[in-house]
C-alpha cells in the first residue's frame, strides 16, 4: 500500500511539475487571475476500514484554494496554494486531518463564462498533512504530519459555482490510512 500512495504522490508531483513547464513554455506572460479565491464544502469518503470506524465513513470536508498564476493560452493552467481539512469521529475516536499546499488544475476547454457555459478540469496537487487520531478499541491518540497528494478532477459552471471531485493520498498511523475520495461544491470570489 505504501508503494502505491508514494507512486500516486510522485505521480501528482509530476503533473504539477508538467504543469508549471507547461504554463512557462506556452507563454511566458501570465494573466490575471479574475476569481482567485476558491471555497469549497462536501463529504470526504476514507477507503480504509479502520478510518471509516473511528472517523465515520462520510466525514465534512472544506477547502480553500487561493489561485495566483494563470496562463494565457486558450486552456489555462492555474497554479494555486491550497488548505483542505476533513475529519469526522465515531465510536468515540476520531480521525481528522488538515493539510496545505501547492496545486495546479487545467482546463480541458474554455473556462466557463467565456465561450462555454460548462468547463472541466483536472489538476493535482502535493502538500504537508497533519493528521489527527483516536482509536478507542486500543485506547491509542496519535499524530503524524507528513508529504501527501491529491488528484483532482471537476467542472466549473456558470455564475462561478463548480463541482470536485479528489483523492486525497495522506499519511497513516496506529492502523489507521484516511486516504481517500472527496466530493465538493464551491464557489471562486
Known sequence: MKKTIIAAI??????????????QTVTNTNQQVQEPLSVKLGVFLPTNGTAREYGQS?????????????SASENPLLESVYVDYQGGSKNSGHVQTIGGGVAVRTYLTQPAGTKQSVAPYVGAGIGYYRILFK?????????????GGKLLAGVELPQNLFLEANYQFLPSKIGINPSGVGIDAGIRF
Open 58 to 70: 462520510a466525514q465534512l470536508s472544506a477547502g480553500l484554494d487561493y489561485a495566483f498564476a494563470k
Open 10 to 23: 510522485v505521480c501528482g508531483a509530476l503533473i504539477v511539475a508538467a504543469g508549471a513547464v507547461q504554463a
Open 135 to 147: 482509536r478507542t478499541d486500543t485506547d491509542r491518540d496519535a499524530t503524524t504530519s507528513s508529504i
